[in-house]
């Protein structure tokens, strides 16, 4: 499924173990939650976070967030039971680390459909191993349930054997190859997280790299960092203004048969027009988002 466009400027982990948390996750600003089964959660505790967090979508209450439920990997014993339980949960996707092949993406597909999982129910991908990353193409068209992929920095940088620097060059060809397989299929792609929660001048760097490279937001492991990541993956008011002039624009000129027209000393063709509708159209999405969540 070519990904429904939505704000993902911030999509925060949350523990599945941690009652309080998925709580508290509905006071959150962030754009979406993923409702963590795997790292965060301790082999002696999986089922009970299974459990908790199907019942907590199951109840409600989060709003127009988009749900992630990150299920244990596929050679694990807890797998097979956090997808069937997950398919029916109401959560918008499951989200599957370490991928590696299409086929782990089809063998996923297989048991969420014969657990009766709806159709519009997305498969999102973790990608954050060597051998994923050179299959990012495959894996993006494997299934058409695909939603999106979410970059595993720090796996992906523990597996190069590189440092895990402030601007990440280590890893840009990883993270650029993410982002062509995903964009060429119409997927969602989210930056990975920054690890150092005392650092805010570092982190809201890194969301700016994110952005410049082109990723749609940030996954975060701290309510701390929601703000400064909705601020820099929101349009500016700037980059609005200037869209919706565009537009106007164009329109006008295309009313009279011109292909292109110049606004303010500046060349707009339709490419421009494309991208100028989409940041107006994200604008909006993210001005109602803010609205239901109360913020």
């Not at 129910?121 to 349930?145: K, Q, V, Y």
């Amino acid at each position: 499924m070519a990904t429904v466009t939505r704000p993902r400027r911030s999509v925060l982990y949350m523990p599945g173990s941690n009652q309080r948390a998925l709580e508290k996750a509905r006071t959150l600003a962030a754009d979406g939650l993923i409702l963590d089964l795997e790292d965060a959660v301790s082999p002696d505790a999986k089922e009970v976070a299974r459990t908790q967090v199907v019942e907590a979508v199951k109840a409600g209450g989060y709003g127009g967030r988009e749900l992630l439920v990150r299920v244990n990997g596929l050679n694990t014993p807890w797998f097979h039971a956090d997808v069937v339980a997950a398919a029916t949960s109401g959560a918008h996707a499951i989200l599957i680390p370490k991928v590696e092949s299409a086929d782990a993406v089809r063998q996923v597909d297989a048991i969420m459909t014969a657990a009766g999982a709806p159709d519009n129910m997305a498969i999102w991908c973790m990608m954050e191993t060597p051998r994923g990353i050179l299959r990012a193409e495959e894996i993006a068209g494997a299934s058409p349930r695909m939603g999106g992929f979410v970059m595993g920095t720090s796996d992906l940088a523990k597996d190069l054997h590189c440092a895990h620097t402030a601007l990440r060059l280590p890893m840009v060809t990883s993270l650029g190859l993410c982002l062509l397989a995903a964009r060429a299929y119409g997927l969602a792609v989210l930056d990975g997280v920054y690890l150092d929660l005392a650092d805010d001048s570092g982190f809201e760097a890194s969301c700016v790299q994110g952005l410049e490279l082109g990723f749609d937001g940030k996954t975060l492991i701290h309510p701390k960092t929601v703000d400064a990541a909705n601020r820099v993956f929101a349009p500016s008011e700037r980059e609005i203004e200037w869209s919706q002039k565009i537009i106007a624009a164009h329109a006008e000129a295309a009313a009279e048969g011109k292909g292109v027209v110049v606004v303010d000393g500046k060349l707009v063709e339709n490419l421009h027009v494309e991208n100028a509708k989409r940041i107006v159209k994200l604008a909006e999405q993210i001005a109602e988002l803010s609205a239901d969540l109360g913020k």
